[in-house]
């Protein structure tokens, strides 16, 4: 599995010289990037974009190298993609980048792209319709400007959306609105259960979020514990990765610490939890025929407690061999 990818020359340009980005890590000033000002978004670009896009990138290039997925693609030329909480972009762009090289005959993307910080997204429309960019796609872009303050504005959001998408993105939002009470309990869940039925039948969802500890809970273990729930209630859905969770998620009630690290050219390693979701026929396109073993769900080693195997296997790694 491919964990690390540098910025393409253009958008790195773009980001830091015609933007004005700039490299500050500080992980507690950004923990909430909704009412950042444009000072703060130009550090965020600077510095966060370029981890969303490689995490995004690596992520997907690990799909894509899927055969039996590649396989459902071929007769595609057309994608669509809702990015809930998208900031700037990172995410956005690490995913065009990987459908760029790895699915070259798609062409046309239509994306819907909701944040609740007008700054970022004016970023976003930016990064999204440079030159370099729209030479690579015929994008047809729904920017969605709605802040989100209460509880009530994620639910009105979530039921105004009456379409399905092929990818669903989020990343390190959801953390985001559950710290500011707007998600209340059990984030994950209420996310999945909120949104989860506007995958399309070849869609995949993916949730991503940064390994933070909120009101005595470690975000990874909310993550596992809301997927494996959000399973136990829906079978027409299931888990593409962690493959672990694919064969045993039902069934499991283990306090996962889920956690991958990635590398990019201007930063040394960003952990992050994700998982990514679709349509029940979809993950078992995906996950069958993958080489069974002790699988290892995180940078410490640690083995998934539910299944026994004669070899160590990456929880991650969709790549049949």
């Known amino acids: 599995m491919i964990i690390h990818k540098d910025l393409p020359d253009w958008l790195k340009a773009l980001i830091y010289n015609?933007?004005?980005g700039s490299y500050e890590p500080d992980r507690l000033a950004f923990k909430n990037n909704?009412?950042?000002?444009e000072e703060k978004n130009k550090k965020y670009l600077g510095t966060y974009f370029p981890r969303s896009f490689t995490e995004s990138y690596c992520i997907f290039s690990n799909l894509f190298d899927n055969s039996a997925y590649l396989e459902t693609m071929k007769n595609r030329d057309s994608l669509s993609v809702l990015s809930f909480g998208c900031g700037s972009g990172g995410d956005l762009m690490g995913l065009l980048e990987a459908i760029n090289e790895k699915m070259p005959w798609i062409k046309n993307l239509d994306?819907?792209?909701?944040?609740?910080n007008f700054c970022a997204m004016e970023m976003l429309k930016k990064v999204v319709e440079y030159p370099a960019n729209l030479a690579r796609f015929n994008i047809k872009?729904?920017?969605v400007p709605i802040p989100m303050d209460k509880p009530e504005d994620f639910g009105m959001y979530c039921s105004a959306i009456d379409r399905s998408f092929d990818f669903i993105l989020t990343f390190k939002m959801v953390n985001e609105i559950y710290r500011s009470k707007i998600i209340t309990t059990k984030p994950y869940l209420?996310?999945?259960?909120?949104?989860?039925?506007?995958i399309s039948e070849i869609g995949v969802m993916l949730l991503l979020d940064v390994p933070l500890k909120?009101?005595?809970?470690?975000?990874?273990?909310?993550?596992?514990?809301?997927?494996?729930e959000f399973l136990k209630s829906n079978e027409d859905y299931d888990t593409i990765v962690p493959i672990s969770c694919y064969l045993k998620g039902r069934v499991c009630?283990?306090?996962?610490?889920?956690?991958?690290?990635?590398?990019g050219d201007i930063f040394?390693?960003?952990?992050?939890?994700?998982?990514m979701l679709s349509r029940a026929e979809m993950a078992k396109i995906v996950c069958n025929g993958i080489q069974h073993g002790n699988y290892i769900v995180n940078d410490d080693n640690d083995y998934c407690k539910m299944i026994d195997g004669p070899i160590v296997i990456d929880a991650y790694n969709l790549k049949k061999n």
């Open 18 to 20: 015609e933007l004005g």
């Open 34 to 37: 909704l009412f950042s000002d």
């Open 111 to 116: 994306f819907i792209a909701y944040d609740g």
């Open 141 to 143: 872009p729904d920017y």
């Open 190 to 198: 209420a996310f999945l259960n909120a949104l989860a039925s506007k």
């Open 214 to 228: 909120e009101n005595g809970e470690n975000l990874p273990v909310l993550l596992s514990m809301g997927m494996r």
């Open 253 to 263: 009630n283990e306090r996962c610490y889920l956690r991958k690290v990635f590398y």
């Open 268 to 275: 040394s390693s960003e952990k992050v939890s994700y998982c």
